[in-house]
């Protein structure tokens, strides 16, 4: 590593000043407009910390990374030791198992990620020209912790491509997977949509929109100021229905969103109102470019809700919005049918041990050619009509 730059490690992004932070992680926000990603910003993440919802006692002990040139910080990343695998979305649990099975211990880990978030961006927060000297310094500094930590491993998830190459240039392993986003064709409206997809595609997508929306209440769209405190105690009784089902417990705690409340210019609050009562909702985050979708819940089942919630009001709102994507998270071909495409992920994986970093890299070989042909495969089953197809 390059010895003009100091790395120095954080237990708390408070340690950190949000002005150095946010100049590496959110450089573009200078001009007054939304972060592209908000993800990564000084404030969500503090909301993380001071919430609870990471911290002592879940898995997840910040050692954020500060790397400094003359006293200047050119570039962060925040960084993680966990105990567990909850909460990644980038499964490393057969890696683990393996590991101890033949006596090693994988845990504890480093971790360089967005707590609980499956959204793609930068992890290597640097200064805007500052990039190659800034990433290579956060690839040595971990490494070098790592190994002066006797950690098994260190895994930076939902990376950029670029990102996972430079790494991979440094003796890191590079993994492929895949999401479901939608993409904005310059589309005028929904109906603008449906108009490229199949007629038999397009026919199930309008059945489902009316299935969805006769439920016998309506659907509203909150951002800003519209998005009121007793609008989150309701959403965190769907976001408590739905993590004690797929997780066991839920990940965040009820402060956090609070604290969120205050990021609400940045939040788009999907509900689905019986009256005055919600009876489901869908909580995403806008970026500059992209609306991104987090979580969603109900009280009630209704038929068809959940999409329209998740996946047809977000892409509404993104083109009203001018926004070029929609990413709705981890996983679900059942987006597919819906216009939502899959497009690789990117993750770099850093392994102590020879003997099961060659064992890891054998099966990410594989990994990526079954991603690629996946990808490829579910891209042809896409709805969207052949160009020879006249629309109808």
Same mark, same amino acid.
């Given at each position: 590593m390059d010895q003009s730059v100091e790395i120095t490690l954080h237990s708390d992004i408070s340690e950190i000043d949000e002005s150095d932070w946010n100049a590496c992680a959110c450089?573009? !926000?200078?001009?007054?407009?939304?972060?592209?990603?908000?993800? !990564?910003?000084h404030r969500f993440l503090a909301a993380l910390e001071a919430s609870g919802s990471v911290g002592p006692g879940t898995g997840w002990d910040a050692r954020h990374v500060v790397a400094r040139m003359g006293g200047q910080v %050119?570039?962060?990343?925040?960084?993680?030791?966990?105990?567990? $695998?909850?909460?990644?979305?980038v499964f490393d649990h057969g890696w683990a198992d393996a590991y101890e099975r033949a006596g090693g211990r994988y845990y504890p880990k480093l971790q360089?990620?967005?707590?609980?978030?499956?959204?793609?961006?930068?992890?290597? =927060? !640097? #200064?805007?020209?500052?990039?190659?000297?800034?990433?290579?310094? =956060?690839? @040595?500094?971990?490494?070098?912790?790592?190994?002066?930590?006797?950690?098994?491993? %260190?895994?930076?998830?939902?990376?950029?491509?670029?990102?996972?190459?430079?790494?991979?240039?440094?003796? /890191? #392993?590079h993994r492929i997977g895949q999401q479901f986003?939608? %993409?904005?064709?310059?589309y005028a409206s929904f109906d603008d949509f449906l108009g490229e997809l199949s007629s038999r595609k397009r026919k199930a997508l309008r059945k489902e929109r009316q299935r969805a929306q006769a439920f016998g209440g309506e659907i509203v769209q909150l951002t800003g100021?519209?998005?009121?405190?007793?609008?989150?105690?309701?959403? /965190? $009784?769907?976001?408590?229905?739905t993590g004690s089902?797929?997780?066991?417990?839920?990940?965040?705690?009820?402060?956090?969103?609070?604290?969120?409340?205050?990021?609400?210019?940045?939040? #788009?609050?999907?509900l689905a109102m019986n009256g005055p009562r919600p009876i489901a909702g869908a909580l995403n985050l %806008?970026?500059?470019? @992209?609306?991104?979708?987090?979580?969603?819940?109900?009280?009630?089942?209704?038929?068809?809700?959940?999409?329209?919630?998740?996946?047809?009001q977000a892409v509404d709102f993104a083109i009203a919005h001018g926004l070029s994507r929609v990413e709705a998270g981890a996983q679900g071909e059942h987006k597919l049918a819906r216009g939502y495409l899959?497009?690789?992920?990117h993750s770099a994986h850093w392994i102590a041990h020879p003997g099961l970093r060659r064992a890891v890299a054998d099966y990410l070989e594989a990994e990526r050619a079954a991603v690629d042909e996946d990808i490829e495969i579910l891209t042809e089953m896409g709805p969207f009509r052949a160009p020879k197809e006249p629309e109808r």
């Open positions: 450089p573009e !926000t200078g001009d007054g407009q939304r972060a592209f990603d908000p993800f !990564t910003t %050119i570039a962060v990343a925040p960084l993680y030791v966990k105990s567990h $695998s909850q909460g990644e979305y360089c990620a967005v707590p609980f978030t499956p959204v793609a961006g930068r992890r290597l =927060l !640097t #200064l805007p020209g500052l990039e190659e000297a800034g990433r290579r310094a =956060l690839l @040595a500094g971990m490494a070098q912790i790592a190994e002066g930590a006797g950690v098994s491993s %260190i895994h930076i998830t939902f990376c950029t491509e670029d990102e996972a190459e430079l790494a991979e240039d440094a003796g /890191w #392993l986003h939608w %993409i904005n064709r310059d100021d519209d998005i009121r405190p007793e609008h989150w105690d309701a959403f /965190w $009784s769907f976001y408590q229905d089902r797929k997780w066991g417990r839920p990940y965040l705690t009820r402060d956090f969103f609070d604290r969120l409340h205050e990021m609400r210019e940045d939040v #788009l609050l999907v %806008i970026g500059r470019e @992209a609306l991104f979708g987090r979580y969603w819940g109900c009280i009630e089942d209704q038929p068809f809700l959940h999409f329209e919630l998740c996946y047809h899959p497009v690789p992920t």
